[in-house]
């Protein structure tokens, strides 16, 4: 199958604060290209004869560390070079088969992929997509050969989420390299080779810069203590007087925010369909233990409450996997603009999983509890995957803000009209009113979807309506202060990721049911319906809550506690 080319908005999730669906970008669901998914699988499987024979997980938990053989052994089969070109010595995949490897390893030992996803994801990255050919000469071949492990130098003490307003200061010299000062906490790989480090400059913008190991002035500290992931190799790094040439500065002087947010955005898609395809790892635990497992008579799968954890895990991962995949494959399409589809997948994913441990955890009982069971390793290596690579509750008013941005800018251009503008305005508010009476009158914008699904196409495209006109009343009664109220922002992402992941589901049913593709299709139909169904109703929740909530009375509560904590 030949990649087809994008042709829709530029950002499919925007276009649905828009109350917009463009079927198009979305239908037929994207598929790998012809020969990929053997390669994919080709590459998996070499992984996991390496690992079988090379890695033990708990060893490298009781060290502390990854041993860098490890590496090398993963980089000679062509697993840390996998989207890079092949000159480089990389494979060159898709981000829809990157992101299909990367389900595996995470699924193996979260902290391996972890390490993995740092390097390649945000590490490697920026020097890939920014780096002159003379830095990709220099550094891409070592880094996919697993010789040199790369890392991402952003946060700071004071600056986490809010990563504009780091602290680190690069001064320019006059022959073009840079003085950098500064500190970083919680970097991953930071005892490592190259890291990609964030600073500004005198006039306050951003720079991007390759920091190698052995630099003067540059300062590595001992590991974190961490909770979970204790073979990530996390560091405090600090920076005196690092001279960094001007062969290591990466992009333009001023480049370095729009580098650091592009990396991010494509490391969250790798993170959350990581995230999602481990979710089947723990269905198959589950499984196994509750069918063996007896109680009263029966086996525990015989039980009405255990039924529901199962077939929660099995649709939650089969509709949240349609979003991730069809994500990635609109990022292969060329969609210019992905990051609010990231960022949902990113806040899904990692939620979605660290749910699913809690169910598989419950399900296990108190073997779980012991220290030589899986459970509890899974549970502490999961639990920051919704803190890192940008906070889930500010990636949830991240989606929002992103989202009615658009619609916020066709408000103010109405409101700007004035009356000297008459046949301006004449024209606009008839465009404007013409568009919100074809939202209402023509609300299916799912003309591809399986018969057997008009039901919830029909659903959706109504939410959808109701996800624009609920955004258009917030933004008309709040206007900037909407910024302030993140009870409602995280409503409008929460509806929108929904309905999103219900147009995937339906986008992937339906081409599988029309292409006769190798799923058992009784039972993927019932888990589409299913997901559908509830995700529907999550979304008629939150709307409701737009307009009836107790949110005054949440706000009271906690002033009251933080009073009387500080009398």
Known sequence: MTPRSYQGPPSFAKSLFMGEVHPGPVFPYPALPDGEQERVDALVEAGRDFLAENYDAREAEAQGRIDDRIFRGLGEIGLLGLYLPEEYGGQELSQTAYCQVFEHFTAFD?????????????????????????????????????????????????????????????????????????????????????????????????????????????????????LGLRANDLRHLTFHDVRVPRDNVLGDPGDGFKIAVETLNSGRLSLGTGSVGAVKVLRDMAVEHVLSRHQFGHPLADFELVEAKIAWMEMMHYGYRAMAYLIAGLVDAGMPDYAVETAMIKVAGTELLWYAANRAFQLAGGKAYVRDEPYEKILRDIRVFPIFEGANDVMRIFVALSGLEPLGDELRELADLGPGEPLQALGTLADYVGDRVSRELVPSGFPWVDPDFEGEADEVAQQVAQLRHTSESLLRAHGEDIKERQHQLKRLAEAATDIFAQIATLARISTTLREGAGEDHQHASRLAHVFCRRAAARVSRGFDLVDKNDDGQIHAIARSVYEAHQA
């Open 110 to 226: 979260p902290t391996l992929a972890v390490v993995m996803g740092v390097h390649q994801s945000i590490g490697t990255k920026p020097i890939a997509l920014y780096g002159t050919d003379a830095q990709k000469e220099r550094f891409l071949p070592d880094l996919a050969a697993g010789r040199r492990l790369a890392g991402f130098a952003l946060t700071e003490p004071n600056a986490g989420s809010d990563a504009y307003h780091i602290e680190s200061r690069a001064a320019a010299q006059a022959d073009g390299s840079y003085v950098l000062n500064g500190e970083k906490r919680y970097i991953g790989n930071g005892s490592k080779d190259v890291l990609v480090t964030f600073a500004r400059d005198e006039e306050g913008d951003h720079v991007a810069l390759i920091v190698e190991k052995g630099m003067e002035g540059f300062e590595v500290g001992e590991a974190y203590d961490t």
